[in-house]
């Protein structure tokens, strides 16, 4: 299966801002975009570097695919697949890819990275209603119960994961039983609860061309 092997804390230098990659480490002083705010490369520091527009549009979707750790490929048919859909296409495709289950189990607290809610889900480590689910990019439902198998249950990274994501809150539209590693989707995001540093209609301008 592809995937990116480009190191995290080097992504998000390139992007200028935490993309949140590297679980716990991103929220210390020994994140490196803390550490050295520039981007990587020879040329890193230089200052005063102007993009073009397409060059804005092209680095807000590679940001927004660093995020949730999907490559172009995949990316393109969930665009496509909100700009079919009813509703603000920038905003369908940000609810698509947060309806994602192991952007789901991330966000409930099941991994401290989206990287690694990715492997718990691959490793038959999650149960939606009840019935093991190992495909990290299933489509979470309004409604659907999500749990941690009970097998996993004793992995002490789940354990840590959940009681650093419970100090920090849980989104709006999850519900989230910390103790027994369980969660509900209640509903949908709504734009307002999302990021303010993602910019999605650069990306609608960019694939409308």
Same mark, same amino acid.
Not at 180 to 201: C, D, H, V, W, Y
């Given at each position: 299966?592809?995937?990116?092997?480009?190191?995290? @804390?080097?992504? @998000?230098?390139?992007?200028?801002? %935490?993309?949140?990659? %590297?679980?716990?480490? @991103?929220?210390? +002083? %020994?994140?490196?975009?803390?550490?050295?705010?520039?981007? =990587?490369?020879?040329?890193?520091?230089? !200052?005063?570097? /102007?993009?073009? +527009?397409?060059? $804005?549009?092209?680095?807000?979707?590679?940001?927004?695919? #660093?995020?949730?750790?999907?490559?172009? *490929?995949?990316?393109?048919?969930?665009?496509?697949?909100?700009?079919? !859909?009813?509703?603000?296409?920038?905003?369908?495709?940000?609810?698509?890819?947060?309806?994602?289950?192991?952007?789901? @189990?991330? /966000?409930?607290?099941?991994?401290?990275? #989206?990287?690694?809610? *990715?492997?718990?889900? #691959?490793?038959?480590?999650?149960?939606?209603?009840?019935? /093991?689910?190992?495909? =990290?990019?299933?489509?979470?439902?309004?409604?659907?119960?999500?749990?941690?198998?009970?097998?996993? $249950?004793?992995?002490? /990274?789940?354990?840590?994961?959940?009681?650093?994501?419970?100090? #920090?809150?849980?989104?709006?539209?999850?519900?989230? +039983?910390?103790?027994?590693? %369980?969660?509900?989707? $209640?509903?949908?995001?709504?734009?307002?609860?999302? =990021?303010?540093?993602?910019?999605?209609?650069?990306?609608?301008?960019?694939?409308?061309?």
């Amino acid at each position: 299966m592809a995937r990116n092997l480009d190191p995290k @804390c080097r992504q @998000c230098r390139r992007e200028g801002e %935490k993309l949140f990659l %590297k679980g716990e480490k @991103c929220f210390t +002083d %020994k994140c490196a975009v803390e550490r050295r705010a520039y981007a =990587p490369g020879q040329h890193g520091q230089k !200052s005063g570097q /102007r993009l073009s +527009d397409y060059g $804005k549009q092209l680095r807000e979707k590679q940001k927004i695919r #660093r995020i949730y750790g999907i490559l172009e *490929r995949q990316f393109r048919g969930i665009y496509a697949a909100a700009a079919r !859909s009813k509703g603000i296409t920038g905003e369908s495709l940000l609810q698509m890819l947060e309806s994602r289950l192991d952007t789901v @189990c991330f /966000r409930m607290g099941f991994g401290a990275s #989206r990287n690694e809610a *990715r492997q718990i889900v #691959r490793h038959n480590g999650i149960m939606v209603n009840g019935k /093991r689910v190992n495909i =990290p990019s299933y489509h979470v439902r309004t409604g659907d119960t999500i749990e941690v198998a009970l097998a996993a $249950k004793e992995q002490l /990274r789940i354990k840590g994961a959940s009681a650093a994501a419970a100090s #920090r809150g849980v989104p709006e539209w999850l519900e989230v +039983d910390a103790t027994g590693l %369980k969660g509900t989707f $209640k509903a949908m995001p709504q734009r307002s609860e999302l =990021p303010s540093t993602i910019n999605e209609s650069l990306v609608v301008e960019l694939y409308s061309k």
